[in-house]
């Protein structure tokens, strides 16, 4: 069975209030089950990295949007995302060969955690910025952005790993596939007319 066949993702979007009681939108968190058989058959551990840490936290920076060394949580529930970004759980990480990372983060957020407009200009990067991924070890992932496109809530494919590429993704909401700046009501209410910002970034050190 492929990777792709084994992903199961469930999306959903609310609206919060932030100290101000202004909505905030909720990330669409996709939560992908994936058996451990498949897990092991389709990521493969790279030369030099074989090291897995007993802590999977992640830490992120993205010079062009100003996140430097944000934490980076596996766990997609709705307090992990409400206080910063987080890897979907299911997805590789940067230690495993062929992994595609998957993190999702908020446009809006909540005020006073790092996930205040930690994706707020998410749409503004370009092929070529950087990314950077840290691990709990020390270890430093950099990669280079290679595509950045939007899909529909239902295009689950974007979470697969993809064959001879080391990558992570990172993920944020929009008004629409075509409409990636407007803060509007599809943004906080994540229905089938929004959108899915996707910026894929492929390994390069």
């Known amino acids: 069975m492929s990777a792709l066949a084994g992903l199961k993702i469930y999306l959903s979007s609310d609206v919060f209030e932030g100290t101000s009681g202004e909505p905030l939108e909720r990330v669409v968190t996709p939560t992908v089950e994936q058996s451990s058989e498949e ?3 389709e990521q493969e551990e790279p030369q030099g990295a074989a090291v897995v840490p007993n802590d999977p936290t992640l830490y992120l920076t993205v010079p062009r949007l100003g996140i430097y060394g944000h934490t980076v949580r596996n766990d997609d529930s709705e307090a992990a995302l409400a206080i910063g970004a987080v890897k979907m759980p299911g997805t590789g990480f940067p230690w495993q060969g062929g992994a595609n990372t ?3 983060c908020h446009r809006i957020g909540w005020p006073g955690t790092e996930s205040y ?5 998410l749409p503004a990067m370009q092929k070529g910025d950087e990314v950077i991924l840290g691990d709990t070890l020390g270890r430093i992932y950099r990669y280079r952005v290679s595509n950045v496109f939007t899909v529909k809530p239902g295009d689950n494919w974007v979470m697969a790993p993809m064959r001879g590429r080391d990558m992570v993704s990172l993920q944020t909401c929009t008004e629409t596939t075509s ?11 994540g229905g089938p007319e929004s959108g899915r910002l996707i910026v894929q970034a492929d390994w390069v050190d």
């Open 102 to 104: 998957y993190i999702a």
């Open 39 to 41: 897990t092991a058959s």
């Open 117 to 121: 407009h930690q994706c707020l200009n």
């Open 179 to 189: 409409d990636w700046w407007t803060i509007g009501p599809r943004l906080f209410d």
